[in-house]
């Protein structure tokens, strides 16, 4: 398991196949098979990776558990394609939600209509504890209305979009690969780019080759 932001992380659970998968996948056009990697094999994934010839790292899947705040899963699952979901829901659960409480409070850029600055804004203190006490403020307010005998689907719609959600997440290395690569360019939100690391730190060990060269 890999913590992510203050209370987040990523753990892989399950992985199906390998480098050579993926090879096999290619090499079936042929009717032909490698029971060992070789440098041969190396290159044509190289090959592979760098013609967008995809469909044989779609064999590959790996499995995590995922926690992570709601406005950054929002924007996780804008990639679909490849993916399988199921995640917690606040219509069954009522357990005490846990909200992501940043301590670097980013300043606005101007010149860019999505996006931060790398800067702090001069009150980061005060506006950091501010956002907690508006998040701590919410969440017993929830709890009130979860006294009053509210049902939780509808106590659920006052929580703010930085409270944590967990999923559970399938996807084929081609998918895992182009999320990785849209997610960890520098002008992604910081908070994704943290899972997006995470996540290729736990993909690239059990893939390296493919993952070398899907990730360019």
Not at 94 to 105: A, F, H, L, M, Q
Not at 109 to 125: A, L, P, R, Y
Request: with cysteine.
């Amino acid at each position: 398991m890999t913590n992510v932001l203050d209370k987040g992380f990523i753990e892989l659970l399950e992985v199906f196949g390998d480098d050579l998968t993926v090879v096999n996948a290619a090499r079936v056009s042929f009717a032909k098979q490698s029971d060992e990697m070789n440098s041969k094999d190396e290159k044509l994934i190289e090959y592979l990776a760098s013609h967008h010839h995809i469909t044989p790292f779609f064999h590959p899947q790996l499995r995590f558990r995922i926690k992570m705040p709601i406005y950054v899963a929002r924007e996780w699952f804008r990639h679909g394609i490849g993916f399988a979901r199921n995640e917690v829901s606040r219509r069954y659960v009522d357990t005490v939600p846990e909200c992501y409480n940043p301590t670097d409070i980013r300043e606005r850029d101007q010149h860019v209509k999505q996006g931060s600055k790398c800067t702090n804004i001069e009150e980061n203190e005060l506006v950091s504890q501010r956002i907690r006490d508006i998040q701590n403020e919410l969440i017993e307010k929830y709890k009130n209305l979860l006294e009053l005998n509210v049902a939780p689907e509808l106590a659920r719609g006052i929580l703010p979009q930085s409270m944590y959600t967990e999923f559970i997440e399938t996807g084929s290395l081609s998918a895992y690969a182009r999320l990785c690569n849209l997610r960890l360019d520098p002008h992604a939100q910081y908070e994704i780019r943290q899972y997006a690391q995470a996540l290729s730190d736990l993909i690239e060990p059990k893939f390296p080759v493919s993952w070398a060269s899907l990730t360019k």
